[in-house]
């Protein structure tokens, strides 16, 4: 019999039931989804899940890519926004109807998201760009709590600073009074609609989520509903909140902006209308979660969430 057991590169016999945990999680989180053993996976038990230091040592790719894919994200909806927006634009002027221009505006963000969530990084990150997204998924036992913290983090730190590189590159134009950084805000309807209207929206996106993430032949095509789903909302639905969906969304555009009406109803709506979504779910499958965090599956990309279909045992937050 060997002196020491091994697991990964840890002899057994020197170490703590933490470093075992730490060194299984490891060991699985590096396989893609597809070859992944359900019971390898879901050996990590809640009382030895992953510290804040651990969270960051093993899954701080992760955590960069979804700086890197919201960064992206709100550099392009600035982009897009001065394009459309600007009075020296010679787009603008091309196109003088608001709601052909709203058209277009939601064609190209539609395309953004849908290229973020199947591009490689999206597809090791899950491709969320989204913190009601990923504390969502948190709540369904999807996520650990560092990572969804972490997550978050970086969400708002990736939208703040795609701001202000689209700032600094198109020279100051995305601070104009047309496009004020692609802020939203209530429309004439006020408050309480954008309220209602954002609440709808973020939980028909999640419910999409969810939903087509169960079906075999459908699965595959989530990020394409979501990222169809943005370009239906920006076009329809932005002349009633602005069309966020996306607490750091609306935070990446409100500080560069020094807008802050409202904020509340963009980080409360949102995160609300998805985790309701998410009840819906479990009610509709008698419990069971989805299989997945990440909006495009079946991959050969390392996973950092759990997998399976089984009962859920909601977390708290």
């Not at 329809?236 to 902006?257: D, I, K, Q, V």
């Amino acid at each position: 019999m060997p002196a020491a057991l091994q697991l990964g590169v840890l002899p057994l016999q020197q170490t703590s039931p933490s470093q075992i945990a730490r060194a299984a999680n490891e060991l699985v989180v590096n396989q893609p989804i597809s070859s992944v053993d359900e019971k390898r996976r879901n050996a990590l038990s809640k009382r030895e899940a992953l510290d804040a230091v651990a969270s960051l040592r093993l899954h701080w790719p992760e955590y960069l890519m979804e700086v890197a894919e919201m960064g992206l994200y709100l550099f392009l909806t600035c982009f897009f926004a001065t394009l459309l927006q600007h009075p020296a634009s010679l787009i603008r002027h091309l196109i003088p109807s608001g709601i052909l221009r709203r058209a277009f505006m939601g064609a190209a963000v539609g395309a953004t998201v849908i290229a973020i969530a199947i591009s490689p990084w999206g597809k090791q990150s899950g491709g969320h760009s989204n913190p009601a997204i990923t504390f969502t998924f948190y709540r369904l036992g999807k996520v650990e709590f560092w990572d969804a913290l972490f997550y978050g983090a970086a969400q708002f730190f990736g939208a703040t600073s795609g701001v202000a590189i689209a700032t600094c590159i198109l020279r100051g134009a995305p601070g104009h009074e047309s496009v004020r950084y692609a802020v939203t805000l209530p429309g004439r309807h006020g408050d309480g609609v954008a309220f209602v209207a954002e609440l709808a929206i973020s939980f028909t996106l999640m419910a999409t989520i969810l939903f087509s993430s169960i079906h075999g032949n459908l699965a595959r095509y989530t990020p394409y509903f979501v990222g169809a789903l943005y370009a239906i909302y920006i076009t329809l639905e932005t002349p009633l909140s602005g069309m966020s969906m996306n607490p750091a969304r609306t935070f990446g555009s409100a500080f560069h902006a020094s807008y802050w009406h409202a904020l509340w109803l963009y980080f409360l709506a949102p995160t609300l209308g998805m985790l309701v979504a998410a009840e819906v779910f479990l009610r509709a499958r008698s419990g069971v979660g989805p299989y997945c965090a990440k909006l495009h599956h079946a991959n050969n990309k390392r996973c950092i969430f759990h997998h399976g279909y089984r009962a859920t045992e909601t977390q708290n937050f």
